[in-house]
């Protein structure tokens, strides 16, 4: 098996994801349960990819309006 393949794309738990975002943990399990979160269901477990957190993240950008 190809280790690289493990550090190209890192899986996150959710305390690293609510550290990486600083969000409280229990708000990024909200966000996954209202499914508003990208994330993996690995049996009772949640993940995240990093990948896909952060094309989620750049999603969320709010653009200013003009006046």
Request: positive net charge; aromatic residues 8%; charged residues 20%.
């Amino acid at each position: 098996m190809n280790p690289s393949l493990f550090t190209e794309d890192p899986v996150l738990t959710i305390p690293q994801v609510a550290k990486y975002l600083q969000l409280s943990r229990s708000k990024v399990y909200y966000l996954a349960s209202r499914k508003q979160l990208p994330h993996l269901k690995l049996g009772k477990s949640i993940r995240v990819r990093m990948s896909d957190l952060q094309k989620w993240l750049a999603q969320q950008i709010e653009e200013p309006t003009a006046n």
